[in-house]
């Protein structure tokens, strides 16, 4: 494909299914590299939702429009140590789609890895745009594993999510690990972390979670095996009062859930991003790979 057509390139729904496809291979190139669990699913995830979760309902600075963290001092902020291996995985997929949108592109592996994990869909579509390091946010934008409900709800409601929304989002953490070098916390949170389930919630209520002795950071581990972890700001989720009911109602139904968690998480993927800029006026389902041999 020479230049000028390239630039002239109008993608359509399809050719986004064919980046999502794309995806879908590398998800499990992890198992070959011996990365992790066997998936790249939730470090790509986590990209998704850091590029995201920068958003200020106040200013409209922020968001998935511009995937400032393409660029220092961004890229390194604390809150986005490792992620360098998931914008390395990305910028193969870039060279083979080179129209696509680096916040199109992110968040597009977001929705492929959890739905290639077993989620829910979750609705997208396409219309971000690349932006400038100038457009990139200060630090402290995204939560910080050692604090409280205030901090939170100080987080979360500037992006615009409620209690119930806050508490839909962290089941998340069913999917993927801490990581010494990177966050210096350490361990999964479920049994299953590259299949998306409300384990997470179940085991919330059902472990009893004790602080960990060692010289890391304060976490907990399950009191039996002593193999799975929490975060302070995950064990809010059964301490606050407001939380608890909404994490309750999640370890009872998984379905429901599930609604929640991709209405909130389609949500999270639009934050700063103009409407005049989406490309249809209702976001996409984008079927599985298994869905689309059907
Ligand atoms: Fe998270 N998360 N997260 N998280 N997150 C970490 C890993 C993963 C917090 C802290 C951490 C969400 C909310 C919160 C994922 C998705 C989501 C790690 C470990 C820390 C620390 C990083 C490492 O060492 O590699 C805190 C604090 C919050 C909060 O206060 C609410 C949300 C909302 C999501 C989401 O996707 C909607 C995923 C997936 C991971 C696993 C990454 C991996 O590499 O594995």
């Known amino acids: 494909q020479s230049a000028k057509a390239a630039a002239n390139f109008v993608p359509t729904k ?31 995830v986590r ?15 922020g968001g998935s429009n511009y995937a400032t963290m393409r660029f220092e001092p ?5 809150a986005n140590a490792g992620l360098q291996v998931a914008r390395g ?31 829910p869909h979750i609705p997208w579509r396409a219309g971000r745009i690349d932006g400038f390091a100038t457009q990139a946010t200060p630090d402290g934008r995204l939560p910080d594993a050692t604090q409280g409900a205030d901090h939170l709800r100080n987080i979360f409601y500037r992006m615009g999510f409620n209690d119930q929304e806050i ?6 953490h069913a999917l993927g690990r801490c990581h010494r070098d990177r966050s210096g916390f350490d361990g999964p949170w ?11 919630f179940k085991l919330l209520f059902d472990e009893s979670w004790v602080w960990k002795k060692w010289d890391g950071p304060k976490q907990l581990e399950d009191k039996k095996t002593k193999s ?10 059964v301490q606050d009062k407001s939380f608890k009911k909404y994490a309750k109602q999640y370890a009872q139904d998984q379905d429901l859930w599930f609604k929640d968690f991709s209405k909130a998480v389609a949500t999270l993927f639009e934050l700063g991003v103009p409407s005049t800029q989406w490309v249809a006026s209702e976001p996409w389902i984008i079927p599985t790979t298994d869905e689309q041999k059907e």
Do not use: C
């Not at 064919?18 to 066997?38: F, M, Q, T, W």
């Not at 508490?167 to 998340?172: Q, R, Y």
């Open 167 to 172: 508490v839909a989002l962290s089941g998340a």
């Open 47 to 61: 990209l998704a939702w850091h590029s995201s979760g920068t958003y200020d309902k106040e200013s409209g600075t």
């Open 14 to 44: 399809e050719d986004y299914i064919k980046v999502y496809n794309r995806i879908a291979e590398i998800l499990d190139e992890a198992s070959d590299k011996g990365y992790d669990d066997g998936s790249y699913g939730p470090v790509l």
């Open 74 to 78: 961004e890229a390194l902020h604390g």
């Open 89 to 119: 995985l990305m910028e193969v997929v870039k060279k083979e789609f080179p129209w696509i949108s680096y916040g199109d592109l992110w968040t597009l592996a977001g929705v492929a890895a959890l739905q290639e994990m077993g989620g």
């Open 228 to 237: 799975l972890m929490m975060l302070p700001t995950d064990y809010v989720l």
């Open 190 to 200: 479920t049994f299953s972390p590259i299949t998306v389930t409300n384990d997470y």
